[in-house]
């Protein structure tokens, strides 16, 4: 599983996702669980990593020597796909921490081409905000969102313009790719949104496959245990209690480009 793993795709393959993020660990904190519900609905799934995430901070008790960083988290997150059933894994390579200064006509064509040869469904990255602000996620949403507009075309229906030059978005039948950007809960875990444009996907199912896939992060584990350790009982592999699993039961995305689902998704980024 890597640059060179199984591709391929023909054009118009719907059942299939394509996930881009700027380190090993955001796939696992943001669409674990989606991610696993659609490969085990018999979908398939594709990684871009652009970094490998060698600045980051490792727990007080180290994992690896800081040189080693890089090298074991790509390993990790190649674990990490195995468990939720990514098949393909592109690691680009990038620095840490140094997205916002590469080439960019370089790195969209590189994430371009395997829109191409993956031929997704729908695409999810970060939106705009990089969720909080983190330069290198900020970077890939604007990367990741002028590939797409390069690959499925710039006049793809956009919800935050009222729709496309031609109205297709409001189309009963409108079909084709759609780029999401994660989301947090915008309804604190407790009431599904009727909003056509935001996905809440039911992960509760797949919430002990999430959470082993982001303990394959060993050298993020202090992360881990921060971000859940008060809603989740990792010993007992189960939420705390039923505010708990109300809350970490679903994984949010936003549709940022592409037509608007005929309901709105609780399963799956693509429409059934």
């Known amino acids: 599983m890597s640059a060179g793993g199984t591709g391929g795709g ?24 989606t991610v696993a519900r659609h490969v085990s609905a018999g979908g398939e799934a594709a990684l871009i990593c ?3 995430g060698e600045r980051g ?33 592109v690691q ?10 590469v080439d960019v006509e370089e790195a969209v064509g590189a994430i371009a081409r395997e829109m ?38 710039e006049d793809r229906p956009r919800p935050d313009r009222g729709g ?3 109205g297709a978005r409001e189309a009963p039948d409108a079909t084709g790719p759609r780029l999401w ?19 809440a996907i ?19 584990r202090h992360n881990v245990e921060r971000a859940f350790g008060g809603l989740y009982d990792f010993e007992r592999r189960r939420p705390v209690d039923d505010e708990a699993a109300a809350l970490l039961g679903r994984e949010y995305f936003r549709l940022a480009r592409g037509p608007r689902p005929r309901r709105p998704l609780e399963e799956s980024l693509l429409d059934p």
Do not use: N
């Open 164 to 166: 496309s030059r031609s």
């Open 92 to 101: 680009l390579g990038y620095p840490d921490g140094g997205l916002a200064d």
């Open 50 to 52: 652009a970094t490998r």
């Open 202 to 220: 039911d992960i509760l199912p797949y919430l002990d496959t999430k959470m082993r896939a982001l303990l394959c992060h060993r050298t993020q």
């Open 181 to 199: 950007y994660v989301s947090l809960p915008p309804y604190g875990g407790r009431r599904r949104p009727s909003d056509r444009t935001v996905a």
């Open 116 to 153: 191409e040869r993956w031929r997704p469904g729908a695409v999810v990255t970060f939106g705009p905000d990089g969720v909080y602000g983190h330069p290198d996620h900020v970077a890939v949403s604007a990367l990741t969102t002028a590939a797409f507009d390069r690959v499925f075309g």
């Open 10 to 33: 023909r054009r118009g393959t719907h059942g299939r996702l394509l996930l881009v993020f700027a380190h090993p660990d955001d796939e696992a904190f943001l669409t674990a669980g």
């Open 57 to 89: 901070r490792q727990p007080p008790d180290p994992v690896c020597l800081p040189s080693e960083l890089g090298k074991v988290r790509a390993a990790e997150l190649e674990e990490t796909c195995r468990v939720i059933g990514v098949s393909r894994l």
